[in-house]
């Protein structure tokens, strides 16, 4: 990452005079007191041996996590060592036991100002003036948030790159029917074609991702990210896809609502041919309500041309509202969503295969330790077609439920192993849509 001077030289004040600000600070009669097991680890943080501390804070952890105290040196040892997530983490957790660790208040307010989430830095040091101060530290903490307070001219830039393996097994690949006949109104029992019929497969991917971002000044950034990525299916080989994606957006941040544009680009291959080829505008709103919760907005419209002669009469544009609720409670995170986009064929006398559709959604996530985090998505939808379906003489109508359970263990700073497991049910009013699948994904993600 290339750092302004601006924001270098801000930064380092602000390290200095923590550091000042922290010698001042003593722990209340009534707080949490450190254990001889930690005299080790508070001795490499006091020498700033920044390694060994973190590597002794890592050993102690699942021991220890929990212990207010052992979680304000554990946090601090991470924001030595730039591992800014597992400080967030631990920080939060030693002022929610304990929120007379005035301390680890004050190191978890430096662990946003690193995030540049300067509402959330503004918030825990007017926290820490509740609480009775030293007047060198009182003053200094008042310093401190008026120079958060005041807007400074900053500018940063980093390059972010990763790459994902994963192997797995779909028992479903086409979505199609477990069985290889079916019976409709006017033509009575058809006996229906490969592609329609459920196809099991193995299967192995890889993707990699590149992205760029700079932070003009305080309240603006920009990125764009590309992704590539290839699924191959050694058990239905039509369906091999190779996807290429690139995302450019702009960032304008106004306290605590951050508004988002951006460009949206894609193309799909299947079996190696260009299947689709689609481009979104796509407008958002986050409005941080509080430090623990978010309020999200999104409007997009998306256009999709199919390259393949027989599937040209898809084409369309979508149009999507959605509204998602966050919320976090220390290791616990929790999200509710809405969704509502309707499809605009290209040509009307197509509009039987386009669809309106709502979806609700719900999402749980728990961070079980430094190292591990599990996650749940539960997903329902209601699909209505436009028009009359060619066979069936009546609309489409769909309800598809999707649940997800995920869960990750970070190997190294830089590689992650994850496990992902879904299962799907298309439940139709015509005979011929209804469908179920059911998915398993080991794979490793590998941060450069």
Sequence with gaps: MAVGANQFNRRTLFTLLMLNLLNFVSIPANAAAPRPEFQSLQQALDRAHDAKAWQQAQALNDRYEGDAYFDYLYGLAALEN???DYALLALKRAVTHDPQLVRA?????????LLNNLPAALSEFKEALEFPLPD???????AQIQQLATPTVTSASAWQSSMNLAIGHDNNVNLGLSNASISLPIFGEVTLDKASVRQDSMFSEWGAQLGYNRVQDPKQAWLINSRISSKHYPHASAYHTQ?????AGKFFIDGAKRYQLGLNLQALHLNNQAYS?????EAGLNYQLATDKNWLSGLSWTKTDYQQTSHQNQNNQTIQFSQQYQIQQGSLGEQWGVAISHEIPARTRFNYLSRDVLSLGYGLSQTWNSRQSSSLGINLQRRINQAEDLSYKTKRKDTRLTLQLSHQMQLTNQTTLFTHIGYMDNLSNLELYNSKKAFVKLGLTHQF
């Design 82 to 84: 730039q591992q800014l």
């Design 105 to 113: 208040r004050l190191e978890l307010a430096r662990t946003y100002v």
């Design 136 to 142: 060198p530290v009182r003053r200094n903490v008042q």
């Design 243 to 247: 996807e290429l994606g690139i995302q």
């Design 277 to 281: 080829y689609s481009k979104a505008l």
